[in-house]
């Protein structure tokens, strides 16, 4: 009897006797590790395996919104989820950029238009806690459904260590539990990349994000605005109105530490002040809403998707500013690759743990590489004094402005469509 047979044979066996022995752990809650669960549950329903999913409870609100493009839209459709979110949310129709650095030499508006792209959006944007709200409906759905093949547990991981035929996985209430493949979604800190041996290169930027939502006097019109700083960019963003009828949209400002501290400190009537001003009135008069949240700009990348029994994805294998809507979507495109994976290298019921690893890997790394690179460039265009990197940067946007061609290639290429 060969390796891979008796490999198999092992498994199936510790899968029938042992109630704490899984073919698939996913460890990370959060919007993309629920998503991540539901992914993989439908796999393994029809594979017959068993999966855990290891999330600690979560009962902070979150108020922030996440910015989805079409792709990542049909990805949440297909799991039953975006109907629940569809009222709630607003189109995309034009993401428009703008550059306010007070500098001599500045770009002209450029503006993105889905319809360039025969669409009626690039995407919706979603209130985090409605988001949450289906993404936890359907899990508990999914539980009911597929008793025999998937478990949830609210336990934080406190360790995990690699043996011959699993990774044995330590939680907080001292329990452990055995997996065939982990897929960490546990974020930016996360232990299994740690406990891996997986490189990571960090950075800091001198940057702090402000994020909250405001009330405003004028229609945003579906229109995304941009204003790229000489500190950061301040994205606004549309949201639906109010059970009151007004306009409302949600905003990352992006500043230095120090400012942003100072901003959180003003009183709402003057910071309401100090953000109509930001964006130039083009809203009209402002209203923030509460609370207001943050969080230091931090960037990451990984030598390697994967190694061993685990496979990273979302924050767990890259981080990166908020510009251009990239975060969520870059770790939806993960799962997505991940799924796909998982599938191609799978005969019968046979989980090649290796195969899938190195498939993923060359899957993702040219995509997450290059998207992380881009925003990275364009972050540190804005935070840059030289006169050379300030043309150069000129050059570019006034060229996308100009040329339709560029243009839809950007669109494209933001919208996460690889091909």
Not at 14 to 40: C, E, H, N, S, W
Not at 65 to 71: E, G, I, Q, V
Not at 202 to 207: R, S
Not at 320 to 331: C, D, K, R, V, Y
Request: charge should be positive; aromatic fraction near 8%.
């Amino acid at each position: 009897m060969d390796e891979i047979a008796i490999n198999h044979t092992f498994h199936s066996t510790m899968r029938k006797f042992d109630p704490q022995y899984y073919d698939i752990a996913i460890v990370g809650g959060g919007l993309i590790g629920i998503i991540t669960a539901l992914r993989i549950a439908d796999l393994c329903e029809q594979k017959d395996w068993r999966m855990v999913f290891i999330a600690p409870k979560n009962e902070q609100t979150d108020n922030r919104t996440t910015a989805l493009f079409m792709k990542s839209i049909k990805m949440i459709d297909k799991l039953g989820v975006w109907e629940a979110c569809h009222s709630h949310s607003s189109p995309l129709k034009i993401i428009r950029i703008i550059d306010d650095r007070s500098r001599l030499i500045k770009t002209p508006i450029i503006e993105f238009n889905a319809k360039e792209m025969n669409q009626e959006a690039f995407g919706y944007n979603i209130p985090n806690s409605i988001f949450l709200k289906a993404l936890n409906n359907q899990l508990s759905l999914y539980k009911k459904l597929y008793k025999k093949s998937f478990q949830s547990i609210d336990e934080p991981l406190i360790g995990a260590e690699s043996t011959r035929k699993s990774m044995m996985l330590t939680l907080k209430n001292r329990n452990r539990i055995n997996a065939r493949f982990v897929i960490a979604v546990d974020g930016r800190r996360s232990l299994l990349r740690a406990v891996s041996n997986i490189d990571c290169h960090e950075w800091q930027y001198e940057q702090t994000a402000l994020t909250f939502s405001f009330q405003h006097e004028l229609p945003h019109n579906f229109v995304s605005n941009e204003f790229h700083t000489k500190s950061g960019p301040i994205t606004q963003v549309p949201l639906p109105k109010n059970h009151t009828s007004h306009h409302r949209s949600s905003l990352v400002w992006v500043t230095k530490p120090d400012r942003a501290y100072q901003l959180k400190a003003l009183s709402h009537i003057t910071l309401s002040r100090n953000l109509e001003i930001a964006l130039h009135s083009i809203l009209g008069k402002v209203v923030i809403e509460e609370p207001i949240q943050s969080y230091p700009i931090l960037g990451m990348t990984v030598k390697s998707f994967g190694s061993n029994r685990v496979a990273l994805a979302g924050e767990a294998a890259h981080v990166l500013p908020p510009i251009g809507a990239q975060g969520l979507n870059l770790g939806l495109r993960d799962i997505d690759d991940l799924t796909s994976a998982i599938k191609t290298t799978t005969v019968g019921d046979f989980l090649n743990i290796k195969n899938v690893i190195q498939t993923y890997n060359k899957a993702r790394k040219v995509d997450a590489s290059l998207t992380t690179s881009c925003i990275d460039i364009l972050n540190r265009s804005l935070l840059n004094n030289s006169l050379l990197v300030q043309l150069t940067r000129v050059l570019t946007l006034s060229l996308a402005q100009e040329s339709s061609i560029l243009r839809r290639f950007l669109m494209h290429y933001g919208m996460g469509n690889r091909c």
